[in-house]
């Protein structure tokens, strides 16, 4: 760090800059405690998608054993031809949004396939459509975990370290320039006793 110069300029320079960071900080704070709620949010949602998602995959094994069944061919039944995610801006942090998904269950033989499969069909596009939507939900909420720690780091920074040491340079210097001027004042009064007494002898 630089050595501090102890003169008006620099105390004028140090009171500017405690200004803006006072001015800064509760607008960080702000966004911080915005992050935050969003954060909370975005861990609900997550929750909500995975209390779906869990009957689901439950039901799957409790009323489909059949599925398991080497005669019954279910490979790629069911599968992803496309996610498409837009992008929200939330506080300066860009959140994925889940626009569309789409899955294709695959034309089978009405006739050569058990009357289950379509009933599993269905659930399994389902499955995989909220399995879609818990990783979506689970990068927002990561990305929100990020964006918090960053913004709490910063405001951190100016409520613990750029403050406190901008109010202790300015402390200094003002300490500094009223010694010196009181020094001034005494060595005056000194030289203003000596002449006088110069003058008297």
């Keep these: 760090m630089a050595r501090l110069a102890l003169n008006k300029a620099t105390l004028s320079k140090q009171v500017q800059q405690l200004k803006i960071f006072e001015r800064f900080l509760p607008s960080l704070d702000l966004k911080r405690k ?50 498409v995610l837009g992008q929200e801006n939330v506080v300066g942090v860009k959140l994925p949004v889940l626009e569309s998904i789409d899955i294709e269950v695959r034309e089978y033989g009405l006739l050569g396939r058990p009357h289950w499969v ?3 069909a269905q659930i399994l596009r389902d499955t995989m459509a909220l399995r879609i939507r818990v990783q979506v939900d689970r990068y927002r909420l990561d990305l929100l975990e990020v964006g918090v720690r960053k913004i709490t780091q910063r405001v951190n ?6 403050i406190p040491r901008t109010r202790e340079s300015i402390r ?28 008297a002898v």
């Excluded at 920074?157 to 750029?162: A, D, M, S």
Aim: charged letters at 30%; proline letters at 2%; hydrophobic letters at 45%.
């Design 34 to 83: 915005q992050l935050l709620a969003e954060r909370v949010k975005a861990a609900a949602a997550l929750k909500l998608t995975e209390q779906e998602l869990a009957p689901i995959e439950g039901l799957i094994a409790e009323q489909f054993p059949m599925a398991s069944h080497e005669d019954v061919d279910l490979a790629g039944l069911a599968h992803v031809n496309g996610v």
């Design 118 to 120: 379509d009933r599993f």
């Design 157 to 162: 920074l100016f409520e613990k370290v750029l």
């Design 172 to 199: 200094r210097i003002r300490i500094y320039l009223s010694d010196t001027e009181r020094a001034g004042v005494v060595q005056a009064k000194i030289s203003k006793k000596k002449r006088a007494v110069e003058e």
